[in-house]
């Protein structure tokens, strides 16, 4: 059976220089074939896609529902059977297998519909994902996976050229004060699992478990460095609403309690998420930062005094 890969996933590999992205693009019809084949998997609806994934809703040999995914192997990408496995299913999606060199991953069917945001109610909604990231950051990382303190270095050696291509002067020294305070912390990184990138959209409606947690890029860290994510989540729509800064410090205090952890060094890594965050833009050509992460790092900063 012909698989067809949705333009729109095309799209976003088709920028002029990535070759390799537009040959994983090209490679996936058949790489879907084997996955299919090796597997003994039924096609059961059209696919869907993320940024750089396809997701083929599958029946395996048995009639169990399944979802068949197919992800470009990178570096954010590569360790991510290595968590799911570890992780095995507490309060995220389980692997029920994986072929961790063609980037292909069998994975329990959740209901793509039914996302966290489908829930009206933001104090319930975060309910569901501080109780889902508790668990997850409760289980240490495995060895290999990447490190927050290889982060946390490479992100201190960007810093001085990427400061000067931004117009202002005060988000410069924002990104500087970022950078000091993940210097004071980066050497307590931490050990924990985490998923990275865990906000509502990454939160899919399941049958075993009414919620559970999708899409993980693990990393072994400090959790802190995970609260951004899902403490920022929908800015543009709080935004638009009034003033979001209510809503903001009432799920930053509902993480940090159910995370158990220290305020000030939770405050300092999701600083550390800021200064990821405006050096990914940076290097992507931007010359301002993104007012929500502004805004955010100046909610945060006044619950973190500057230390004597």
Known sequence: MSIHVPESLAALHARPGDQAGRAWVVSLPALAADSLDRWALRP?????????SLVLPVVRADGTPAALKLYRVNEETADAPAGLRT????????????????????????????????????????????GLLAR?????????????????????????????????PDERQLVRTC???????????????????????????????????????????????DLLPSVGEGWEKLAAAGDPSATVLRRFDRLTEALGLERDRAVGWT??????????????????????????????????????
């Not at 201190?156 to 400061?163: C, H, I, W």
Request: proline share 10%.
């Open 87 to 130: 992780w095995d299913g507490d309060g995220i999606v389980r692997l029920l297998d994986d072929e961790p060199e063609s980037g292909a991953m069998l994975l329990e069917r959740l209901d793509a519909s039914r996302p966290l945001t489908s829930l009206p109610d933001d104090d319930a909604a975060m309910e569901v994902l501080a």
């Open 44 to 52: 059961d609806g059209p696919p869907a896609h993320g940024m750089a």
């Open 179 to 225: 950078a000091a305070t993940v210097a004071e912390l980066a050497g307590e990184a931490g050990d924990r699992l985490l998923h990275w990138d865990l906000h509502y959209e990454n939160v899919l409606a399941g049958e075993r478990e009414p919620w559970l947690a999708i899409d993980p890029q693990p990393l072994a860290g400090d959790p802190g460095f």
């Open 136 to 168: 997850l950051v409760a289980v240490p990382a495995p060895e290999g996976v990447r490190r927050l303190s290889d982060i946390a270095a490479a992100m201190l050696d960007q810093v001085p050229g990427a400061v000067p291509a931004l117009r202002d």
């Open 271 to 308: 600083l550390g998420r800021v200064l990821e965050n405006a050096l990914w833009d940076i290097e992507d050509g931007a010359t301002a930062l993104d007012p929500g992460q502004v805004a955010i790092a100046a909610l945060l900063r006044e619950r973190r005094p500057p230390r004597p």
